[in-house]
């Protein structure tokens, strides 16, 4: 019984091992998998390495330039904004809102997305009508006028951003995931599943699907980069998640007024959605390469 | 010995854009428990389809009909998809052409082995699956299994992918197992590998084989009985030695005569059947083929053959040779 646990433990180990060394001979990937984590870090220690509170108003110290412009305090790294508040540990606290957006944007949109593309291409005739019509009506709208309307509807507030964003996701992972199960589902081992008896959902789930997985781990990172993107732009039209929520894309509608006079209030945010989807994307087309074994070697 | 499957008339049309064709047409045969059934033919000509009709799994257009399909006192034209499901795999097994793409890409061997176990055996727990996966290695002959079980299957080659296809299509000790030219795409060596193994797993697991295949050559020997299809019907069937040693159907003869030999002389010619098959949506009056026979005669094209009952053998022909 030992035996086999220390076994089973060799092999995960050697698993792993071996997916490492797929993965890191792409060193765009290392660096992107590398700003990942670091936000993720950042999000999980939000409360104790920021310096002051998200929403803390310091009175009359207001628009201050970071460290190292003139004018710049040891007390506020990254400078002040309008209201009198720490750049830096509102950033931080940022981090964990875009992730937890990000996140559950990716959750919701890849499942649902994934299964009525599953369904589409397997069922094919009327089911692949009916779900690829409403599909095309999703598309039919630019994606973030569609968020706008489904925030007006349903009105503004983090828990409605991302079902709006998620919903306007859907379209790209049914899309592509769609056009692999037709592509797949004509391959030998799928019938060869079929004369092994297993049933219509269990071919779905457990022969198709995997086979898709390496363009859906693609698309499931530049959803989240692109979650990202959209709640900020969201938050940024007043229609996400609402102030003083320490959001990133808030952070730079509220700065843009001063875009002239403190070029930091914008830039910082800017920067942090910048580094994280680009760190995304890197880290993505990684896992592809790293993923999938029709790839390796 | 009992019938295991049994087929009367069988017929399959399939619904196209351009009307109604049919495939497959006034099929009869029967496969008794433990033997081996030959069916040969060249490409088009309704083997596959056969077998398809027989899993179950014809494309959704397909039109079968028949009188009797009774596989192991079950009338497969009446029962559900759920039965269906449980018939594929654990009573008819199934091998293919190409075993190299037969096999999922993102599983191990394990991995495979383990979820046709699954489907039919849910009830195993962890320690019998890997003991019974493991048997089923040891008994398709793959040497060292144990290392062979987190193989993914662009590790394995051609002749061991379909060893494990073999090893997927026992599983469950099926009762009939149908082999849709299992050799086909395999280097002549291995092909004689599969085929001894094909047969000793026969009487290991005391199954039925139906073996398709366009190559008599490979199905004389391990077959019992064989049958020659042309354009959707049987037109000879008979025991193995007899239909080899003495073709009394035409088509069987240019079949036999079609097999290259190590005795010919490099310029002689191989000798090939002339003409194509007929076109299915335009099928010709008569025997369907009445435009290659070398030895046809005024009135084959006017009435269908019926299948007759001469010298042991059942043919589809007026003027047998």
């Known amino acids: 019984m030992s035996t086999q646990i220390i076994e089973e433990k060799i092999t995960f180990k050697t698993q792993a091992k071996e997916f490492w060394e797929h993965f890191s001979e792409n060193k765009g990937a290392v660096v992107g998998l590398g700003l990942v984590l670091s936000f993720v870090v950042l999000a999980l220690l939000a409360p104790l390495i920021s310096p002051h509170g998200a929403s803390e108003v310091f009175p009359g110290m207001l628009r201050l330039p970071p460290i190292w412009a003139d004018g710049g305090t040891t007390q506020f790294l990254l400078g002040t904004d309008d209201l009198g508040r720490d750049v830096l540990s509102r950033l931080i606290w940022g981090a964990q809102i875009s992730l937890f957006v990000g996140v559950s944007i990716v959750v919701i949109s890849t499942v649902t997305g994934t299964l009525l593309g599953l369904m589409a291409g397997y069922f094919g005739g009327k089911v692949d009508t009916v779900i690829m019509r409403m599909i095309d009506i999703l598309m039919a709208y630019p994606s973030i006028l569609l968020a706008i309307i489904v925030v007006s509807v349903i009105g503004p507030g983090l828990t409605n951003a991302i079902i709006a964003v998620a919903l306007v996701n859907i379209p790209s992972f049914t899309r592509l995931v769609r056009a692999n199960v037709l592509e797949i589902k004509e391959?030998?081992?799928?019938?060869?599943?079929?004369?092994?008896?297993?049933?219509?959902?269990?071919?779905?789930i457990k022969e198709i699907l995997?086979?898709?997985?390496?363009?859906?781990?693609?698309?499931?990172?530049?959803?989240?980069?692109?979650?990202?993107?959209?709640?900020a732009a969201l938050g940024f039209l007043g229609l996400g998640v609402q102030p003083p929520t320490p959001e990133w894309g808030i952070m730079l509608s509220d700065a843009r007024p001063y875009i002239q006079s403190s070029p930091w209030l914008v830039t910082f945010p800017g920067l942090c959605i910048l580094a994280v989807v680009l760190g995304l994307n890197l880290f993505g087309d990684g896992l592809r390469d790293a993923l999938d074994p029709k790839l390796k070697r | 010995m009992n019938i295991l499957l049994r087929v009367r008339n069988l017929s399959i049309k399939f619904q196209t854009k351009k009307g109604i064709i049919e495939a497959v047409r006034d099929v009869n045969f029967d496969v008794l428990e433990g033997e081996t059934l030959g069916v040969v033919g060249e490409s088009g000509c309704g083997k596959s389809i056969t077998n398809m009709a027989i899993m179950g799994l014809l494309a959704e257009n397909a039109i079968i009909t028949a009188d009797e399909l009774v596989f192991n006192g079950k009338d497969l034209l009446k029962i559900s998809d759920k039965e269906w499901q449980q018939i594929r795999g654990k009573e008819i097994g199934m091998i293919f052409q190409d075993p190299m793409s037969s096999l999922n890409p993102c599983y191990t061997v394990e991995q495979q082995l383990e979820e046709v176990l699954d489907i039919h055996e849910p009830e195993l727990s962890k320690e019998e699956k890997s003991k019974r996966?493991?048997?089923?290695l040891y008994n398709v002959g793959i040497p060292a299994p144990k290392d062979r079980l987190k193989a993914y299957p662009h590790e394995l080659s051609g002749g061991m992918s379909q060893r494990i296809m073999i090893a997927m299509a026992i599983a469950c000790n099926p009762k009939l197992l149908i082999a849709d030219e299992p050799t086909t795409a395999l280097d002549v060596?291995?092909?004689?590998?599969?085929?001894?193994?094909?047969?000793?797993?026969?009487?290991k697991f005391n199954m039925s084989v139906i073996f398709v295949s366009h190559d008599l050559s490979v199905v004389k020997d391990i077959t019992d009985r064989i049958q020659v299809m042309y354009a959707g019907e049987i037109i000879e069937t008979g025991l193995t030695d007899l239909v080899i040693k003495s073709p009394k159907h035409p088509y069987t003869k240019g079949l036999l005569d079609s097999i290259p030999s190590f005795q010919t002389t490099k310029n002689k010619e191989l000798f090939s059947i002339s003409g194509i098959v007929p076109d299915l949506n335009q099928r010709p009056k008569g025997c369907q083929f009445y435009a290659r026979c070398f030895n046809k005669q005024d009135d084959c094209n006017i009435v269908t053959p019926k299948i007759a009952n001469i010298d042991d053998r059942d043919v589809r022909c007026i003027h047998t040779l």
């Open chain 1, 210 to 231: 995997p086979n898709c997985m390496a363009t859906l781990i693609v698309q499931t990172t530049l959803g989240l980069s692109e979650g990202i993107l959209s709640t």
């Open chain 2, 189 to 203: 060596t291995v092909q004689q590998q599969i085929i001894d193994l094909i047969e000793s797993l026969k009487d």
């Open chain 1, 187 to 204: 391959r030998q081992f799928v019938m060869a599943a079929q004369t092994f008896g297993a049933g219509p959902w269990r071919i779905m």
């Open chain 2, 133 to 136: 996966v493991l048997d089923l």
